[in-house]
């Protein structure tokens, strides 16, 4: 306390350390709480799209309405794959051993359970004729009567022409088969009856329909952990025999697996972020006690970020999958202004300094530079708070107030934590030996020449790769942002065999109109453009209660009955199997009942049956099953376009819900979100760095804000070395053939604000140096903002574990900038001020010889 007493201290310092143990026990009060929250935040990790998109989003907005209005129309796809087709009666027996225990299952968890879809073609059979244009009923009785009169006609011998000029008149059944094949769907085909098998015989499928409408963490998770533990219990497969396995699919199974995997890609990164980080600090710092000392204010400023958004009016109070992983990079990010401070305190014990000298001094002459590259980080964190889009939204304020308060709490507690631990932390070489720079800046400042050569041809190859890449830039396959493991052995691999088991899309789009007529006209509509090949080719059948529920029934029954009254037995025996089979049932008493709405299977008016029981206001369209279409972001535009507009009555777009609506509008997002926050992340860094240089002034007014001729200079490179960084990281994603898409597109703005950190922490440094050893300045500095690099490479590193392509493409991204900005700041800037300070040690010598 003595030094406190003596020594002339700035005021900071002199409160700091005087008021330290206050000021620990309001960070420690403040900590709990905060930490508490941040604990409550990721506990409530969603891994939902939507949850991507701003709420008023269309398709969000919709299904906000579905959900209103329809009860759950979700599945859970219990998939057996076979070894041998010969496995199939087994792999039945197990599935309706299966089924019939999951029909015991509370109504709030399961609402229905299928093995096959025998209701839905008894239904089809029965119904045929109710369910048919009366034109065509007509049409057949017509065809039958012709085809009667010719059996007549030949068998009496009635027939004055030549029988070579009047074939027997054909019935058609195949060509109107082809016609309500087209419009509800081809039936399933082989000689699986009708069970849902693939067509190669090597899958069945199991479909539960879930009771829940929404996709809560806990209601998916206890159905799907329910039917393992049963599927456990029957003693599958060794129970039914070798070589099958099962898998899960559909939206259940994708949710559980989707939140599952980003959970435990978080614990593992998590465990290795906090590793390396811990292992770089302790082998740059020479000491454990570097970990304490930064890792609690680290702490800190963390947990009060997450607690501070967690607050009105922001009220974040979750993750989703794009922020998810934000912890570790506001620790790999925050940790920066903590390291340039600790490393300056060093290097002045090292140079003789007391603790409490070199602390004061550590605090002067570093936090200017590191408050302006905070800002500059925070800043390009903050540009993505002005987009709609919610991944991008909350991804800004989180990081935006991480870097913040990480500034602050490092500027509050590193000093104190120093006064305390810090002593022996600056041991080791003094004096002289401590300004020695290293082998690597005392090379570039050698070779400034060569420096800039290999920079200026980096940035050349770089410009030529964006140029050639100019219009392939977005990533329009959304398959490739799915988890990895998925295709492998996860939903999406037992999702394509469910989906070929089932021979259609399984999760329709619902067209929710105010009124059975304006559902009518928009039915109308979307035919139309599935007829045409529009939106996007996409559309396969199109239901609503109209296609079951005709107001021209009577029509159909009146011409059914007279068709059962001419259909000879002759003509009956003549026809296939098949046929004769169909007939027989559409002929038959119940065929004409008149149809209604409690007649037709909940499995086909899933989607259109409302919670008040109605079933005439919504249309669903069942997309077509194509290699990859579903997930072409430019059809997916097409689908989700024409749908809104086919649902647009006097005006005003009808909801359109669905999965289909909320990848396109997550790709059209994007594509308007992205280059708003890259350029506002840009113009407000370029402020920043415009700022940071201005030194002390007699200038009154605007003028004290415009920086002189050497801060300028100063500025431009700041801006020029983000801007090299940026290019040099473009040109390498160019010629690697890396795409944007909507989670790696945030590495572009907060590129933007790491390049402006390094580069002004090195510059300020030089600015303050000025007259000194330029070396070993810059080379203390620039050890520094490596150790920052590698911390914050370490952070966003994480994200190369995760499964998730998305997180891994941001991931990389964002490493890929961190190394072309560290180059940019340590090694091309001291070589452009080595070649700078030679002119100015030159210029006087010249104009010296020339006088």
């Known amino acids: 306390m003595t030094e406190l007493s003596t020594r002339p201290l700035s005021t900071y310092t002199r409160w700091l350390l005087r008021h330290r143990v206050w000021v620990l026990l309001v960070a420690a009060l403040l900590s709990v709480v905060a930490a508490h929250r941040t604990m409550r935040t990721y506990a409530a990790l969603r891994s939902d799209l939507e949850e991507l998109l701003p709420e008023n989003a269309p398709s969000v907005r919709a299904l906000a309405a579905l959900r209103e209005r329809v009860p759950g129309i979700r599945h859970l796809g219990v998939v057996v794959e076979l070894e041998r087709p010969e496995q199939l009666p087994a792999a039945e027996r197990f599935l309706d051993a299966l089924a019939e225990r999951i029909r015991e299952y509370p109504k709030n968890m399961m609402a229905a359970v299928r093995v096959d879809a025998a209701a839905e073609r008894a239904f089809a059979n029965t119904y045929a004729l109710q369910i048919m244009d009366p034109e065509d009923v007509a049409r057949l009785r017509e065809a039958v009567e012709e085809r009667r009169d010719w059996d007549v006609t030949r068998q009496m011998g009635l027939d004055l022409e030549d029988e070579s000029e009047a074939p027997r008149p054909e019935i058609p059944i195949a060509e109107l088969r082809a016609k309500y094949e087209a419009r509800f769907g081809t039936p399933r085909v082989g000689g699986h009856g009708d069970r849902f098998v693939a067509p190669d015989g090597r899958s ?19 159905l799907l952990e329910r039917v393992k533990g049963d599927v456990h219990a029957l003693g599958f497969p060794d129970a039914y025999g070798p070589g099958m396995r099962v898998g899960y699919a559909a939206d259940v199974a994708m949710h559980v697996e989707e939140l599952s995997g980003l959970q435990a890609d978080l614990t593992l990164s998590g465990a290795v972020v906090l590793l390396l980080v811990i292992g770089s600090l302790v082998w740059f710092y020479g000491s454990f006690r570097a970990l304490p000392i930064l890792g609690i204010p680290l702490a800190v400023g963390s947990f009060l970020a997450f607690g501070v958004v967690a607050l009105p009016p922001l009220s974040i109070l979750y993750l989703n999958s794009n922020t998810a992983f934000l912890g570790s990079i506001i620790i790999g990010n925050g940790i920066n202004s903590g390291v340039i401070l600790l490393a300056r305190f060093q290097e002045e014990r090292r140079s003789g300094a007391t603790v409490v000298a070199a602390i004061d001094e550590a605090l002067r002459s570093t936090w200017k530079a590191t408050l302006a590259a905070a800002l500059a980080a925070a800043t390009a964190y903050g540009s993505l708070v002005f987009t709609d889009f919610r991944g991008f939204n909350q991804f ?20 104190v934590f120093v006064f305390y631990w810090g002593a022996r932390l600056g041991r080791g070489r003094t004096g002289e030996a401590s300004r020695r720079a290293s082998p690597m800046t005392r090379w570039v400042l050698a070779h400034p020449r060569v420096v800039l050569g290999i920079t200026g041809l980096l940035l050349a190859v770089s410009a030529i790769g964006v140029v050639r890449r100019s219009d392939d830039w977005i990533e329009y396959d959304l398959s490739k942002l799915r988890r990895r493991d998925s295709w492998e052995s996860g939903e999406r691999y037992f999702g394509k065999r469910m989906d070929a088991a089932l021979g259609r899309y399984l999760t329709p789009t619902v067209i929710l109109a105010e009124t059975p007529e304006e559902a009518r006209l928009i039915e109308d509509r979307v035919r139309t453009l599935a007829a045409r090949g529009e939106a996007g080719g996409l559309i396969g059948t199109v239901r609503s209660a109209q296609t079951f529920l005709r107001p021209d029934v009577d029509r159909s029954i009146e011409e059914a009955r007279a068709l059962a009254q001419v259909l000879t037995p002759r003509m009956k025996a003549e026809l296939a199997p098949q046929d004769r089979e169909l007939v027989e049932k559409a002929l038959s008493p119940a065929a004409f009942e008149p149809l209604t709405a409690e007649k037709i299977p909940s499995s086909l008016v899933l989607g259109l049956a409302e919670r008040s029981g109605r079933i005439d206001r919504n249309v669903l369209v069942i997309p077509r099953l194509t290699e990859g279409g579903t997930w072409d972001a430019e059809r997916l535009g097409a689908y989700a376009r024409d749908l809104r507009t086919a649902a647009t ?92 898409n909507f989670s790696n597109f945030i590495a572009l703005p907060i590129t933007f604000g790491i390049a402006a950190d390094y580069s002004i922490n090195m510059l300020r440094r030089y600015q303050a140096e000025r007259g000194g050893e330029l070396a070993s300045a810059l080379s203390g500095t620039g050890g520094a903002v490596t150790l920052c690099s590698a911390t914050t490479i370490i952070g966003f590193g994480s994200l190369i574990m995760a499964q998730n392509q998305a997180l891994f493409s941001f991931g990389l991204l964002a490493i890929l900038g961190e190394l072309t900005c560290l180059g940019t700041a340590v090694i091309t800037l001291p070589a452009l001020l080595a070649l700078r ?4 040690r030159v210029a006087p010598v010249a104009a010296l010889e020339a006088g």
């Open 837 to 840: 300070e030679r002119r100015a």
């Open 204 to 222: 069945v499928v199991l479909l539960v329909q879930a009771a829940a409408h929404d996709t809560g963490q806990a209601s998916d998770r206890a």
């Open 649 to 740: 009555i006097d005006g005003e777009t009808r909801p359109v819900a669905g999965p289909l609506l909320l990848s396109s509008d997550l790709a059209r997002a994007m594509m308007l979100d992205g280059p708003r926050a890259a350029l506002s992340s840009f113009a407000a860094v370029v402020v920043i760095c415009w700022l940071a240089f201005r030194g002390q002034t007699s200038r009154v007014g605007i003028a004290r804000y415009l920086p002189n001729r050497a801060s300028l200079v100063l500025s431009l490179l700041a801006i020029g070395s983000l801007l090299a960084g940026v290019l040099l990281m473009l040109g390498a994603m160019a010629w690697g053939g890396q795409r944007l």
């Open 396 to 415: 800004g304020w989180i990081g935006g107030f991480g870097m913040v308060l990480s500034w602050a709490a490092m500027y509050t507690l590193v000093p």
